[in-house]
């Protein structure tokens, strides 16, 4: 089958670094994505990686290992609106979206 | 500015009353998806419409039925809503089903079933 691992809850502080992980199995891979879903409301698109290494967009950095099935979202100088749910998503070979349950993010002052 | 708007945010229904949740988009994305998400669970695919092409889910319930009478707009039908339909409804839309297409999301339904 496939699946999607990411942690359940994390906790960090305001203005430190955070790194969620992901790992995936799927039946073929066209990309990942992360997207950020705050309470309530419809997740938004944050990054998408296809090839291996580091994408880095302003705070936010995503990174994809294809051969280790991993990526990992990294989130710099946190602030309190940081605090949401973080989806990872993978594309696999039939185009189709295997989302997993997503990472609770609590910022703490 | 360009958009996935859902209508309504909030609804209620009563068990087993029909209900229809809509969704337009002004982006002329050709691919439109429906999802439910329930409380800290992953998003789960409904079905998807390239264009007029009906993509559904093996493991949709025939209790769920989708409309989409042109490239704007799209329909989520729930014939006899039980509790546990429950849940939020997204309505997501994307260039094309490729890799590298985002999915851009309305703000969601909020379904209750009393």
């Known amino acids: 089958g496939q699946n999607i691992d990411q942690p359940t809850e994390m906790t960090a502080t305001e203005g430190a670094i955070v790194q969620i992980n992901c790992t995936y199995q799927?039946?073929?891979?066209?990309?990942l994505f992360w997207y950020q879903q705050h309470a309530g409301e419809a997740p938004t698109f944050l990054s998408y990686?296809?090839l291996d290494g580091l994408e880095e967009k302003g705070r936010f950095s995503s990174f994809l290992s294809r051969s280790k099935g991993y990526s990992y979202l990294l989130l710099k100088e946190l602030q309190m609106k940081d605090s949401a749910s973080y989806l990872c998503?993978?594309?696999?070979?039939?185009?189709?979206?295997?989302w997993g349950a997503g990472t609770k993010l609590i910022i703490k002052p | 500015d360009a958009m996935v708007i859902q209508n309504p945010r909030y609804q209620v229904t009563q068990f087993g009353k029909p209900v229809t949740l809509s969704c337009s988009q002004t982006?002329?994305?050709?691919?439109m998806y429906w999802y439910q998400q329930k409380s800290s669970q992953a998003p789960k695919l409904l079905f998807h419409?390239?264009?007029?092409?009906?993509?559904n889910e093996a493991d949709t319930p025939d209790n769920f039925q989708s409309r989409r009478p042109n490239t704007s707009f799209c329909f989520l039908d729930i014939r006899s809503p039980g509790l546990g339909d429950a849940a939020m409804y997204l309505c997501?839309?994307?260039?094309?089903?490729?890799?590298?297409?985002?999915?851009?999301f309305g703000p969601g339904t909020r379904l209750t079933v009393l």
């Open positions: 997501a839309t994307s260039r094309d089903v490729a890799g590298g297409n985002e999915q851009f």
């Open positions: 982006l002329n994305h050709n691919v």
């Open positions: 419409y390239y264009d007029k092409d009906f993509n």
């Open positions: 799927t039946s073929g891979f066209n990309g």
């Open positions: 990686n296809v």
């Open positions: 998503a993978v594309m696999d070979s039939n185009y189709q979206l295997i």
